[in-house]
């Protein structure tokens, strides 16, 4: 057989090197070209991780027993001879980028597969990578250039990971640096400077939603292919909106990442919610922020949950063996006494504002004319049982009000009690919650109620202007709500809508408030609809395709009604014509649709589409395998068959 | 020590309330009550009695019958939980005196042994005694003084559990009262009317509160506490609580496609499969949040004092009820929020055209469950028809209860499973269980006993059958008997007439089972009952395996039951566990109603206010009928706790 000469060129020889000529023949397999190459580089490493890259062809040579001939390779061809993993620049959901090294030579999904092992991200099928958008403001923003988080020393994907007792991967515990990589990775970031908000780029409108998602990569074709080059920056993002199986002990990072990346979402109104969704948002926010500085991160060991669980057995004991004291100490509950100013705008005074004594106990407010005659008969008795608590304080002013809505039966009434100072309203205001709830002022939340109280007064003593110090007891309020609310209200006006909706949720965990917000935002009506511009056959206008984990819908988009709802189980069938970009969908009742994509390549459509089908078979019993052949078949296109 | 002291003061402080409270029969309890710390039962009773007094008068008799059951139970329980904690202190109490014998006044000897092991996780209260290093006799009594400060403790905090009298009215007009507990779910409230009612136990039942001043109508929801709301209503309220079937309680988990896919045509909701309809369920009400309708429309608002009404097109969504503005898109940011559902509930009206002059009679409000009258807090809409204002009524009930409200429909779907399945029996069983039988249980629930479903019996049984068929076979072929105490109920009611025949009337009420016609009574127990090896076979089957309480039930009938109670009463002091554990399951009639005098039978007008307060002496309105007994109990053992330390010092 003849031999003949083939160029291939090596990546470490650098890019300005001629090509080596290595001579082959016809029937030499891709194996034999490579050691060849390596014979006459004269280069000494570890090739293992290099493979062939055809470049006309835009292909990978990933098999080494195929022989030249059968991959169809001859004298013209151009060969490159390089390392499957490349470092890649990603933006995680918590906006906050990460250095590490990506296969570029397998598809997408399984590149995502292993980015998601290195940062210990459970059901990576759920995300994917998209291009980033490109900065319209490209004027000076190189101060933006934000410091990257390198984790390119971790070990290939390929490999196994060792996993610590907590569940992080062994790498990350080698030195600091990557250990505050995991943290970051792992904690939720405080809240942003309310400019970084507003500067960023947001979408105004169902169009330029639908922009977003014309960015995705290909799942099937592997990174090189889609041209990321190395040192490329990508987003990482939750694609597929269909969360299975959360877990908060083994899942730290993912529930962290997915909080993250819904709380953008709200923040730059890529998902639009009501002004109360809104308040709640931020109250939420607010109070995740506060407990992750003080709740380290705990990651949950085997070892550590036996301690848990050995404590609470503890505790349900020492509550089942209290002594006699104890419980008489919860009998004879505690009670505040103070001298407090009441107002009542029913009665048709001038707001004038008188001074009792007043004593709580229970759920119940009584006043008296003075401390003196307090033991008679109160002049009236309040009990907060089911009532509603309002904030009515301006600190600049040393206003300390508590505004009460008391339920009767012939309607609500309504009390202001004014306090002299932040301590006694703190405690007051409390108490007052505490009851509403239909809780004591024994119960054992009470003073951690104050102390949020007290924390979050502290935030409207901090002038707005200091944006940039984000320390816990300085928040602007700015920077827990999207641009809209930023104009629409003064930071001190938010501070009293958020504090009424922080009231709440001040007692809950951080998992749980986290769990919280993801589970308001998956209520939004919007939630999980990816848009898409398409034009259905036989319509002249462009129309938008909202595709979600249940369901197709379309939306007019000059209107932005719903006209129409399609659900997946009455789908039959679906098909691309690739060579006229043609999604047509046949469901239940012979209704049949077709449509042609006008932002996005139709590949992108038969993703989602197919990826949703894919999510609803994952089964209940908690599977860590992916049947990825599976996911290629629902979502490959020609190719894949 | 002067904390003790202060700590008694305290705590008699909290005493005379609680007398205070018990009104005009505080002389029946009298303070110096040195006898030491059994305070003889008679004096529970006429406690008990008293206190019940007034709301009694005003009641029907065989409303009283019932309800004498069920205080009886109460008591009886407490009673027994006494003598445990007794009986465990006794190890380190040797002077203790305790006479278990008033408890055979209840005809229920079994008790106080039985009710051991299930109560021994209450001897918390009384530590065992330290047998390593034997204290001196001062420990002993310090220690036994702490125990009884904290038994009394313990009684207080029963003694402030509240509970009501409720009159239910039931569909065909006729009504039930039954005492409500605070810590009674509507779910258990509503076993307990099934029972007493015998209907079919379908999901679609429903306890509802009726307002007549606003015209409105609520079911409660299984998971809610009935007490509360009911205890806001005022003094003089013409409210009622309704036991009916309503459809729309659970439609939405029978036809979830009406509600979340509601604008799809009505012909292909009607031809929607089985399959499809779970998956609808698994999508809104399984997932990480729950998915409320996506329910949108031009309803009619009463403007808030105003009489006009004006359309808004209103949108819900889990965080509230939303409108949007004129002139503004229904684009999220723009909505207007009419109410959140944290603080109100929904309530269906009833001809609001006349009331109001709104468009349509298919109205509902928005309001604080306290909210008893026409007031400007209140949030009146009206829908164009019926289907709209159900669709939307579920849909802000989805919105406020969540999940919730689909693990009482599947409670619900449970409970009416289990009572088809096991129709005639689980009523006869079930009856029974109703009767105050003082099974631990009971203690638990405070004289609650009825709502331990089917499924817990099994191992119930199976535990309480400790120390088991030796005992049993010293006794006779037909062990249950002892246990049986119908005969005796009827030489225990020296009162006057009206009690037995109510008793009997109300026995009568249960339809003897029909499958063991009377007849053939002797029989079932024979072959069932008597071989006391297999219990724990036994009591794998449900409890209706059980047919020993059916001859109990026919007392006036089953004459080929001898009945000897009596004698084996006295002659065999340890009663078996297992009998008595047939009692509670297997159900004998209501134990005698106790020695004191019932009240008067009083002719009574019977007011249409179903919930009955207390008497009227106490000022507050909010504090029923406590039951006394922890109370004259508690106050003579603070009292001898005090002296004899006072007697120390």
């Not at chain 1, 924390?455 to 709500?481: C, G, R, W, Y």
């Not at chain 1, 139709?602 to 089908?613: A, D, L, P, S, T």
């Not at chain 2, 039930?553 to 566990?577: E, H, K, N, R, W």
Request: aromatic fraction near 8%; hydrophobic fraction near 35%; include cysteine.
């Amino acid at each position: 057989m003849a031999a003949w000469d083939l160029s291939v060129s090596v990546e470490e020889l650098g890019s300005e090197a001629p090509p080596l000529k290595v001579s082959v023949t016809s029937d030499l397999h891709i194996g034999g070209v490579i050691l060849k190459v390596v014979e006459k580089s004269q280069i000494k490493r570890d090739w293992s991780d290099h493979a062939l890259w055809w470049e006309q062809k835009q292909q990978w040579l990933l098999k080494p027993s195929w022989t030249l001939d059968k991959c169809g390779i001859h004298a013209d061809a151009r060969l490159c001879l390089t390392p499957q993993h490349k470092p890649l620049r990603l933006l995680m959901p918590n906006a906050i980028s990460v250095r590490l090294r990506v296969c570029f030579s397998s598809p997408v999904f399984r590149t995502v597969m292993g980015i998601c092992k290195l940062l210990n991200i459970r059901h990576p099928e759920e995300l994917s990578l998209l291009w980033p958008v490109e900065g319209k403001k490209k004027k000076k923003d190189k101060d933006v250039e934000a410091e990257v988080y390198d984790i390119t020393c971790s070990p290939l994907p390929s490999s196994t990971i060792l996993k610590l007792a907590n569940g992080m991967p062994a790498f990350y515990a080698e030195s600091p640096e990557t250990e505050a990589v995991y943290k970051m990775l792992a904690v939720s970031q405080p809240a942003p400077a309310p400019e970084t908000i507003a500067k960023m780029y947001r979408t105004t409108n169902v169009m330029e939603k639908a922009q977003i998602n014309s960015r995705w990569l290909d799942s099937s074709r592997s990174l090189l292919q889609q041209g990321v080059k190395e040192n490329d920056k990508l987003q990482l993002r939750f694609k597929y909106y269909s969360f299975h199986d959360v877990t908060p002990q083994t899942d730290v990072v993912r529930l962290t990442q997915l909080y993250e990346q819904a709380r953008w979402a709200i923040l730059l109104e890529e998902i639009e919610c009501t002004e109360e969704e809104m308040m709640v948002f931020a109250a939420l926010q607010y109070h995740i922020g506060k407990v992750s500085l003080t709740e380290q991160f705990v990651a949950s060991s085997p070892a550590m949950d036996d301690l848990d669980s050995a404590l609470q057995c503890l505790e349900v004991k020492m509550e089942g063996e209290s002594s006699a004291d104890d419980m008489l100490e919860t009998m004879t509950a505690p009670e505040l006494h103070d001298y407090l100013k009441i107002f009542r705008p029913k009665r048709l005074t001038l707001k004038g504002y008188k001074q009792y004594w007043f004593t709580f106990k229970d759920t119940t407010i009584s006043y008296y004319k003075s401390k003196e005659e307090s033991c008679k008969e109160p002049i009236q008795q309040m009990n907060l049982k089911g009532c509603e608590v309002a904030p009515d304080v301006s600190v600049a002013g040393q206003k300390f009000c508590i505004r009460l809505l008391i339920p009767g039966a012939e309607g609500m009434n309504e009390v202001y009690l004014r306090c002299e100072h932040e301590q006694q309203y703190s405690r007051w205001m409390a108490a007052c919650r505490l009851a509403s709830k239909g809780k004591t002022l024994a119960d054992s939340s009470f003073s951690s109620e104050v102390q949020s109280i007290q924390s979050f007064l502290a935030m409207q003593k901090t002038t707005p202007s200091n944006n940039t110090a984000q320390t816990d007891e300085s928040i602007n309020t700015h920077s827990l709500v999207s641009p809209r609310y930023q104009k629409k209200y003064k930071p001190k006006q938010l501070t009293v809508r958020i504090l009424e909706a922080y009231q709440n949720v001040a007692q809950i965990s951080l998992t749980d408030a986290i769990q919280k917000f993801l589970q308001i935002w998956q209520a939004l009506p919007d939630f999980g609809l990816a848009y898409i511009v398409v034009r259905f056959k036989g319509c002249r206008k462009d129309e938008v395709l909202g595709i979600a984990n249940n369901r197709l819908i379309r939306i007019d988009l000059s209107v932005g009604d719903v006209v129409k709802t399609w659900r997946y189980n009455t789908m039959r069938q679906w098909n691309v014509n690739w060579d006229i970009k043609q999604v047509a969908i046949e469901f239940d009742g012979n209704v049949n649709i077709a449509f042609s994509c006008v932002t996005a390549d139709c590949k992108i459509v038969h993703e989602y589409i197919g990826g949703y089908i894919f999510m609803s078979t994952r089964g209940r019993e908690q599977s860590d395998t992916l049947n990825e052949e599976l996911f290629h078949k629902l979502t490959g296109g020609h190719e894949a068959l | 020590m002067d904390d003790i002291d202060a700590m008694f003061s305290d705590m008699l402080q909290e005493m005379d309330l609680l007398t205070q409270s018990l009104g005009e029969e505080a002389e029946s309890a009298p303070l110096p009550k040195p006898a030491s710390i059994p305070a003889p039962q008679e004096m529970n009773f006429s406690i008990g009695f008293t206190d019940f007094n007034a709301s009694l008068h005003e009641m029907e008799d065989n409303d009283l019958d019932a309800l004498m059951a069920d205080l009886v139970a109460d008591i009886s329980a407490t009673e027994e939980k006494f003598a445990t904690d007794r009986d465990t202190s006794k190890g380190s109490a040797p002077f203790a005196p305790i006479p278990i014998q008033p408890q055979s006044n209840f005809g229920l000897p079994a008790s106080t042994d039985t009710s051991k092991p299930a109560t021994s996780s209450n001897s918390i209260a009384a530590p065992p005694p330290l047998p390593a290093s034997k204290p001196s006799k001062e420990e002993q009594e310090e220690q036994i003084k702490a125990d009884k400060i904290k038994l009394a403790l313990e009684k207080l905090k029963e003694a402030k559990v509240k509970k009501l009298v409720v009159k239910v009215e039931i569909m065909d007009g006729s009504s039930k009262t039954l005492m409500v507990d605070e810590r009674q779910t509507v779910r258990e409230v509503m076993d307990n009317l099934f029972e007493k009612t015998h209907c079919d136990c379908n999901v679609d039942w429903c306890v509802c509160e009726t307002n007549p001043d606003l015209q409105t109508e609520r079911g409660f929801e299984d998971h809610e506490n009935l007490v509360e709301p009911l205890s806001t209503w005022t003094r003089d309220t013409e409210n009622k609580v309704v036991f009916l079937e309503k459809k729309d309680k659970y439609e939405v988990f029978r036809n979830p496609q009406l509600f979340y896919l509601w604008k799809k045509d009505k012909k292909s909701q009607m031809d929607m499969k089985e399959k499809d309809k779970e998956q609808l369920l698994e999508e809104n009400f399984c997932g990480a949040s729950i998915i409320v309708p996506d329910l949108e429309a031009i309803l009619y608002m009463k403007e808030d004092g105003k009489k006009s009404w004006k359309q808004r097109y209103f949108l819900l969504r889990a965080s509230g009820l939303y409108y949007s503005p004129k002139g503004k898109t229904k684009a999220s940011r723009d909505l207007v929020c009419l109410v959140q559902f944290d603080n109100v509930n929904v309530y269906y009206c009833k001809e609001y055209r006349n009331k109001y002059k709104a468009p349509t009679d298919h109205c509902f409000i928005l309001k604080h469950p306290q909210i008893q009258k026409e007031s400007q807090y209140i949030k009146y809409l009206c829908c164009d028809d019926e289907v709209t204002m159900t669709l939307w009524v579920t849909g802000i009930r989805i919105a406020k209860y969540g999940k919730q409200l689909y693990e009482n429909y599947k409670a619900a779907v449970r409970k009416a499973a289990g009572t088809a399945t096991w129709a005639n029996r689980t009523i006869q069983a079930s009856s029974s269980a109703s009767t105050p039988s003082p099974t631990p249980k009971a203690k638990a629930a405070n004289g609650h006993a009825p709502q331990l479903p089917k499924d817990t019996k099994g191992p119930g049984n199976q535990t309480s059958f400790p120390p088991p068929p030796p005992s049993m076979e010293t006794l006779p072929p037909p062990p249950p008997d002892p246990m049986l105490p119908p005969p005796p109920p009827d030489p225990m009611l020296p009162p006057p007439p009206p009690a037995p025949p109510a008793s009997t009337a109300k026995v009568n009420k249960f339809p003897p089972p029909p499958r063991f016609p009377q007849s053939s009574f002797p029989t079932p127990p024979m072959d069932d009952l008597p071989p006391p090896p297999p219990p724990p076979e036994e009591a794998e089957l449900p409890p209706d395996f059980l047919p020993p309480p059916p001859p109990s039930f026919a007392p006036y009938g089953g004459d080929s039951l001898p009945p000897p109670p009596p004698d084996p009463i006295t002659s065999l002091p340890p009663p078996p566990p297992g009998p008595q554990n047939f009692a509670s399951a297997g159900g004998a009639p209501p134990p005698p109603p106790p020695p004191p005098p019932p009240p008067a039978p009083a002719p009574a007008a019977h007011p249409s206010g179903s919930v009955r307060k207390m008497p009227p002496a106490p000022p507050k309105r909010t504090t029923p009928q406590q039951t006394a007994p922890p109370g004259g109990e508690l106050m003579s053992e603070l009292m001898t706790a005090m002296l004899k330390k006072r007697s120390q010092q």
